[in-house]
C-alpha cells in the first residue's frame, strides 16, 4: 500500500512595526491569520498592551527549523540593522 505523500509546509519569518514604534520578529505559515491573532492579543504575550501597526518584512520558503533559526538570528539583530533587512525589502519604512 501507498502511503500518502506529506506535503511540506512553507513557514514565513516576519517582523511587525508596532504602534509603540517596536519590532517584532515572529514566524507561521499563515501570516494573515497570525497577524490577525496579534491585532486580538491573541497568541504572543508581547501584544499586549500595544499593537500590530503594519507587516514590514517577511521571508518564506523556509521549514520549521529554518524559520525557528532565522527568527532567532533576527532577533538578535540590533534595531538598525533590523530597519536595513526590512529596507532590503521595502522602500519606504518609517
Partial sequence: M?????LMKTWFVYI?????DS?????TTDIER???????QRGAK?????QPKKLVYQENGHNRS????????IKKLSR?????LIAT????FL
Fill in 2 to 6: 501507498n502511503k500518502p505523500i506529506k
Fill in 16 to 20: 511587525i512595526h508596532c504602534t509603540d
Fill in 23 to 27: 519590532l517584532y520578529t515572529g514566524i
Fill in 34 to 40: 497570525r497577524y490577525k491573532q496579534h491585532g486580538l
Fill in 46 to 50: 508581547y501584544f499586549r498592551g500595544r
Fill in 66 to 73: 529554518s524559520a525557528s533559526k532565522r527568527e532567532i538570528a
Fill in 80 to 84: 538598525a540593522n533590523k530597519l536595513q
Fill in 89 to 92: 525589502q521595502q522602500a519606504s
